[in-house]
Antibody, heavy 115, light 111 residues
Framework: QVQLQESGPGLVKPSETLSLTCTVSGASIESNSFAWIRQPPGKGLEWIGTLYHSGSTNYNPSLKSRVTISLDTSKDRISLELNSVTAADSAVYYC?????????WGQGLLVTVSS | EIVMTQTPLSLSVTPGQPASISCKSS???????????LYWYLQKPGQSPQLLIYEVSNRFSGVPDRFSGSGSGTDFTLKISRVEAEDVGVYYC?????????FGQGTKVEI
């Protein structure tokens, strides 16, 4: 069974960088594609971007200038960095395997942007 | 970007009765490869979303057969033949025909 677990700080200050990691088990991190998706409190889902098994990435244009998704093969982790955050970036951040797509999801991590 | 519009936004259902959710896309989701890239997810209260249906009508592993998907082009429907208490939550349609991948607003299903 594929399992994903998000981790990182739950509180980030405005203008700083949000950095999260997703630890994967039950699936090869190098032969699968993985995505980050977020959900502001009480709102719907927004795709942030996908890291493909080829190593290429695709980002939502609304975030493209601020986001980086990368792979840490030594630790079976996928990283998300979102810089220059504002209160509008407060959300539950999910990582998901992007094969079908989004066939397996992590439990999500609430990140609040506040001073 | 492709806009996904779901109706209704909320739905009150009776256990054992059928339910239906509509999803319309602003552009056709039919790809030149012959596949239609429309998906349905259910987010149960306090949980992460889970994949129910992929490519319009294929049930994901472990999804009960009371869930079915249909449609083509820009109009799609998720049907629950007999609603059970465990089916409550918010249902989302999603398209991956074109980047960015986009979700509908969600339909909240209550008993």
């Amino acid at each position: 069974q594929v399992q994903l677990q998000e981790s990182g700080p739950g509180l980030v200050k405005p203008s700083e960088t949000l950095s999260l990691t997703c630890t994967v088990s039950g699936a090869s991190i190098e032969s699968n594609s993985f995505a980050w998706i977020r959900q502001p409190p009480g709102k719907g889902l927004e795709w942030i971007g996908t890291l493909y098994h080829s190593g290429s990435t695709n980002y939502n244009p609304s975030l493209k200038s601020r986001v980086t998704i990368s792979l840490d093969t030594s630790k079976d982790r996928i990283s998300l960095e979102l810089n220059s955050v504002t209160a509008a970036d407060s959300a539950v951040y999910y990582c998901a395997r992007d094969v079908l797509p989004f066939d397996f999801w992590g439990q999500g991590l609430l990140v609040t942007v506040s001073s | 970007e492709i806009v996904m519009t779901q109706t209704p936004l909320s739905l009150s259902v009776t256990p054992g009765q059928p339910a239906s959710i509509s999803c319309k896309s602003s552009q056709s989701l039919l790809h030149s490869d012959g596949k239609t890239y429309l998906y349905w997810y259910l987010q149960k209260p306090g949980q992460s979303p889970q994949l129910l249906i992929y490519e319009v009508s294929n049930r994901f592993s472990g999804v009960p057969d009371r869930f079915s998907g249909s449609g083509s082009g820009t109009d799609f429907t998720l049907k629950i033949s007999r609603v059970e208490a465990e089916d409550v939550g918010v249902y989302y349609c999603m398209q991956s025909r074109q980047f960015p991948k986009t979700f509908g607003q969600g339909t909240k299903v209550e008993i």
